[in-house]
């Protein structure tokens, strides 16, 4: 026996099997990594994040889009179709001009075209903002083939408060950002590009960074998360040469702009004790953190509506009150 386990080729064999078992788990990782990023982050054809009802819809997601149908119904005669060229890319919007001085821009998440932003304008409308909903690149009518979790698309929430400021002479803005969308908006705010109008941002479910949530994704889903979540990060960066682990985390001190976070103390992706460091690392001087009890992650309106509302109106009326430039 043993001049058999001591024999060259038999060593030679058991390495060959170890080498090719560590060489298939790899291949395996790769493609699995893989897919999860394409599923997660590119669009695969026109039906893909398109302005359609999607059919899967989340059955507690459904009267967000319903109710927030019914107001943009409810408010055709205002509505203009907006369209500029940023990137090389053709996006489109939807301004409801109610002829106020101060517009909301509501920046919608990963899969959600302006329809979906249709449900948050709502308290803005309210409280004597126009209303821009956009089409993020990839999304509804705009072109783009990959969601770049707000690196991008901060470009674009610059190039859209230009289009805004040159055509409907609006030089008061406040950014809403949900999930995906409160990246862009704190990387637009930290771009030395981005006009000085924007006079407060809210944000919903704003994570650190997009692999903090991609690995708690993963966890739900009793996936590995050693390798998996540095493999899902490199067809990240080979496709938009960003980083998923670089975030609102890193720059949010240098944003000064003031600030209303919305969070859930059940949100599983952006877990609360990231939003409370968010929060504290923030450099605006005027910022308030409204807690949530319960809420599922960029589902609070739903779960509360007047106290989001309320929210939202206090920051508009007191805590950024329009000023005329």
Known sequence: MIEIITHP???GVVIFLAASGIFMMALTYIVASYFVYV???????SETWSRELPADIDPEQKPMYTEGQAWSDAHIEYKHDVHIIND????????YDFGKPRCAIILSGRTECLKYGYYF?????ENGCNILVIDPRGHGLSDGRFNTVGFEESKDVIAWIKFMEETYDIHSFVLHGICI????????LANPDCPKVIDGIVTEGMFPNFAESVKNHLIERKRPV??????????????????????PMDIISEVHTPLLMLHSKEDLYSTPEYAQ???????????????????RHSMLRITETPRYDEAIAEFLTETIPYIEK
């Open 9 to 11: 080729v038999f060593i």
């Open 39 to 45: 599923r997660t982050l590119r669009k695969e054809n």
């Open 88 to 95: 090389g890319l053709n996006l489109y919007g939807e301004y």
């Open 121 to 125: 304008a709502i308290p803005y409308a």
């Open 181 to 188: 969308g409160a990246a862009g908006g704190m990387f637009a």
């Open 226 to 247: 050693f390798i998996m979540l540095d493999l899902i990060n490199m067809w990240m960066k080979h496709y938009t040469g960003h980083s998923m682990k670089y975030g």
């Open 277 to 295: 460091i968010l929060f504290d690392r923030s450099g605006a001087e005027k910022k308030k953190l409204v807690w949530f009890e319960h809420g």
